[in-house]
């Protein structure tokens, strides 16, 4: 982002909402004292004033307020620059290391779509948790195994068994594709720890046997 561009101001005070609350108020008071002329009819201007002094001054005190909003926001500017946001100096990257950076965002997107498209066929809820599946996958813990030949990565559960199925999944797909890691000639292997069993003797927590009880009722 450019240090001189122009930002819309967030929330210019006063705002509308102010303006019009102000222009009510003062259209209330109005008809007010339409009413109050309708319905005790003075003799004089002078004797109606000064009998509804009051009223005459709340309209003014609104008209007045309705002004100085109204001058304040047409002296408020439309935009600001970036350096007035904050205190802290704006950094600008140069121009190639900003394109690489754009390069290296628009890599990661695309292999992440490519991984919700493998996990489709695998996750009924594809749509709306596939990404937010994935960045649990990518946080999640893992061991991390080299041999001769291979290089294993064992993640953990994930927090749901059917998301655990789901990363199985996701993980022979990636398996079968015999990926070697950059640099070696180590095959990757991906795999998912399996959950802890829940019996009698390891009855697990009561959120972890409600959902063994229902994985098991799912046909």
Known sequence: MSIQQALALPSPPPSN??????????????????????????PTMRG??????????????VRAHLSRLLNQRRDLPKRVEVRELSERTVVKLATERKHLTDVMKMVAYQAESDLVALLRPH???????????????FATAGDIRVSDCE???TLAPL?????????????????????????????????????????????????????????????
């Open 17 to 42: 909402t102010v303006v019009i609350n102000a222009r009510c108020s003062l259209r209330k008071e109005a008809d007010q004292r339409v009413i109050v002329v309708a319905e005790r009819h003075r």
């Open 151 to 153: 290089l294993t990565i």
């Open 123 to 137: 996750y009924a809820r594809v749509d709306q948790e596939g990404r937010t599946l994935l960045h649990e996958l």
């Open 159 to 219: 927090s749901a068994p059917h998301r655990t199925r789901a990363a199985e999944a996701l993980c022979e797909i990636l398996d079968r594709m015999a990926t070697t890691f950059p640099g070696s000639r180590l095959r990757i292997r991906f795999a998912v720890r399996p959950p802890p069993r829940i019996g009698l003797a390891f009855p697990g927590s009561p959120v972890e046997r409600t959902a063994a009880k229902a994985d098991a009722a799912a046909p």
């Open 48 to 61: 109606f004033k000064i009998a509804h002094s009051k009223l005459g001054k709340q309209l003014r005190k």
